[in-house]
């Protein structure tokens, strides 16, 4: 495993139904990139501050107990979705998925790997991630890998905290309008109410802008919108901030190199397309779209949503 001070972790954040597992899928299959195959819920419960109440832990950036073992370390991070998948199939929600791995693997080479680094928190999840490649058996691998992306919803709010932990890492956060959003979330079986939704939206986004100022050439925000309406344009600029090369794969959503007809069940958008993104917006009311614009109207100048509507 390479030192914290080189290891290439790219991590993807955004507000739920922002488009995050969208980008995260655009990412799969460049040669020059490992992509974990699910979301990447690093967080667990010892993660305690005034963000507590508004984020599930799951979906924050670790702590680590001083005294705790590697062994006691690995069950720590909360990763659901792939836990899930390796220990009860089926049901998970991605049980047709074509994966093969052996989590006593993983969790073995997890172990080695921690016990041999210097004990910090970035080498504790730099582990987390390498493990879990080493043990993907059937990963399609170009032997050029030099970076591997992660996605974990809202884990921006902790940018900081991985950008210090990962001095050549970066964070892409993804932002949408958030009328096509919450229209989206309230097909969840417990979706947030309008008024908590849109104002986490717009604090989201308020400190995405925040890091973004603050780190411009690590932390790089990209319009849902942009990406859906101009692949190619869109991709290639991410790829030059991320100094990896443009490739025919950053153009459709994959998953293993292999290219997905919907973006399901990796997340609630399943066809990332203007049309629908509209059409998604307009399944609102005139009384919905108006509350979302009057709680989100700072944001929506600087993101240029402001005549989305």
Not at 43 to 64: H, I, T
């Amino acid at each position: 495993m390479n030192d914290t001070n080189t290891f290439n972790l790219i991590m993807i954040s955004a507000m739920y139904e922002n488009g995050g597992n969208v980008t995260h899928r655009f990412l799969d299959g460049h040669p020059a990139l490992h992509v974990y195959p699910f979301e990447s819920q690093l967080g667990n419960a010892r993660c305690s501050d005034f963000l507590s109440s508004l984020f599930p832990f799951k979906y924050r950036y670790p702590d680590f107990p001083v005294s705790s073992s590697p062994d006691e370390d690995y069950e720590l991070f909360f990763d659901e979705e792939l836990k899930t998948f390796l220990r009860n199939r089926k049901v998970s929600k991605f049980r047709g998925a074509d994966l093969v791995m052996d989590e006593s693997e993983r969790k073995r080479r997890f172990c080695e790997l921690v016990a041999t680094q210097p004990r910090t928190r970035g080498n504790i999840v730099a582990a987390f991630f390498q493990a879990t490649f080493d043990a993907w058996e059937n990963e399609r691998v170009s032997g050029s890998e030099t970076g591997i992306v992660g996605y974990s919803p809202v884990i921006g709010f902790d940018g900081e905290q991985i950008l210090a932990d990962f001095p050549n890492g970066h964070i892409i956060h993804v932002v949408r309008n958030p009328w096509s959003a919450y229209a989206d979330t309230i097909k969840r079986p417990f979706p947030l109410p309008i008024s908590r939704y849109a104002m986490t939206w717009a604090f989201m986004q308020h400190h995405a802008l925040m890091l973004a100022g603050r780190h411009p050439d690590r932390f790089h925000i990209v319009r849902f919108e942009d990406l859906i309406a101009d692949p190619r344009q869109t991709m290639d600029k991410l790829a030059g901030v991320l100094g990896i090369a443009s490739s025919e794969t950053l153009m459709q959503p994959s998953w293993n190199g292999q290219p997905m007809d919907e973006v399901y069940p990796w997340g609630t958008i399943r066809m990332p397309t203007t049309e629908v993104n509209v059409a998604t917006m307009n399944e609102l009311s005139a009384d919905q779209k108006a509350e979302i614009k009057s709680r989100c109207a700072p944001m929506l100048s600087l993101l240029n949503y402001e005549d989305f509507v």
